[in-house]
């Protein structure tokens, strides 16, 4: 099984940014989406970006326009890039990586955003 390391959470003021970065520990076969959750206590976890090993890309409605996910396939990595955040996307940041045979977690990264 591959471990999903998470980096890049931390404190931001609003309106700042921060670049969220997961690396798998090993291969994985593709073809595969790759993408970003969040959740915050006493809530469901919710889609942020998702991307497919072609490239197709989906967004939360909320994230539209203010978040960049990206992939690199050579260095089994997915990035997103939160700009203009904001005190509501204020939760706990995971990546994903899933295919009809597997479906991977990473532990989580802390992302919390001051008014």
């Known amino acids: 099984q591959a471990q999903l390391v998470e980096s890049g959470g931390g404190l931001v003021q609003a309106g700042g940014s921060l670049r969220l970065s997961c690396a798998a520990s090993?291969?994985?076969?593709?073809?595969?989406?790759m993408g970003w959750y969040r959740q915050v206590p006493g809530k469901q976890r919710e889609l942020v970006a998702v991307?497919?090993?072609?490239?197709?890309?989906r967004y939360a409605d909320s994230e539209k326009g203010r978040f960049t996910i990206s992939r690199d396939n050579a260095k089994k990595s997915v990035y997103l890039q939160m700009n203009n955040l904001k005190p509501e996307d204020t939760a706990l940041y995971y990546c994903?990586?899933?295919?009809?045979?597997?479906?991977?977690w990473g532990q989580g990264t802390q992302v919390t955003v001051s008014s």
């Open positions: 991307v497919t090993s072609s490239g197709t890309i």
């Open positions: 090993r291969s994985i076969f593709s073809p595969n989406v």
């Open positions: 994903n990586v899933k295919a009809v045979s597997y479906d991977y």
